[in-house]
C-alpha cells in the first residue's frame, strides 16, 4: 500500500516570519521571500524618512 504525502502550500498572503524555513526550501520560493522581505524594509524605510522630512519642515515653518 502507498502511502499518501502531504503536500502543504503557503499562500504569499498569509505569509509570516515563522513560516520561512518552510516556504524557502526552493530556490525560487527562497528568490520570492527575500524580495518580500526587501520589498517591506524599502517601504519602512521610505515611510521613515517622510516622517523625518515632514517633521523638518514643519520646525523651519515654526521658525
Known sequence: MKT???HTFIS???FSA???PFYAQSPSHRE???KN???IVFIIL???KNKI???NSLQI???
Request: glycine share 0%; hydrophobic share 60%.
Open 4 to 6: 499518501r504525502e502531504i
Open 12 to 14: 504569499p498572503f498569509h
Open 18 to 20: 515563522l513560516e520561512l
Open 32 to 34: 520570492f521571500a527575500v
Open 37 to 39: 522581505f526587501l520589498f
Open 46 to 48: 521610505l515611510r521613515v
Open 53 to 55: 522630512f515632514l517633521c
Open 61 to 63: 515653518k515654526e521658525e
